[in-house]
């Protein structure tokens, strides 16, 4: 058993090691950036074709529409990336809250609405604007014109951790909720099977009831595991792609409007910043770019 002073240390040591992960992780934008233009992409996705300026004429809906389509499209082309990003969340926030639970709306009400919009809250605790934007353009011209070198694609990743985390909680609670008999005997997936594909005839498949279980089963486990296994890179190297897998399944089989791709796109906080701007530097036939001790964000 370790003495008080040497636990006292471990301690100390992992959370040193915790917070250096969480707060002081620096790396290349560019991951930050295509978080950042997938989830413009996904807003729109989501409910654009529901804010159009005729689909609900009352002075708080032209708000809404308004904002918008103003605060992501500002999302996408990266113009002040990251109050842009602020913009967006409030906005999916204004729409889960407001018109989702206040007025009655129900398809906003849902998991997916709430993750779209903390996701562009947290990117804009990161250099997201740094590459692939507007905000990037303006920044090289200026720099050339008074005869500077570029600003680096860099900066502090603490928002991709917090998505990280977030991810984590959202996976914990979601095994957690199905951690029970109802779930784990098969019965809701049954009850899903019935609603969406099968009518009100129960299956004539053999072994349909202990698929079901196995399935419920297997889906609970996987669950706990993304929760818990994701964040690190021994695990999370295998891990990915069943998740991956797991959401493209549920994306074709059930209505789950964005939360797959939402997930899929969030996917990229896990993964290295700098691994991703090797690749990509790769497909464009470009050299890795230099390590830098710049630490501004």
Known sequence: MPAPAEADGNGRHLLARFADWAVSSYGSSRSSALVRVGLALLFWSRWAGELLLYMNQSLPGLILSVNFFIATTLLFVGYKSRLAAVWSGLVGFAIYYYFGHALGREPWTHHHAYLLSVAALLIALTPCGRSFSLDRYLAVTRARREGHAPPPEYGNLWGLRLIVLQLSVLYFFSAFDKTSLAFL??????????????????????GFRHLAMLTAIAVVLLEYALAFGLPFLPTRRYLIWAGLAFHAIIYVALPVYTFSATMM??????LDADDVDKVIRRVQGMEPAAKTGETTS
């Open 185 to 206: 005997s098969g019965a809701r997936l049954e009850h899903i099977f019935l609603w969406f594909y099968a009518g009100s005839d129960y299956p004539g498949l053999p």
């Open 265 to 270: 796109v969030l996917y990229l906080a896990y």
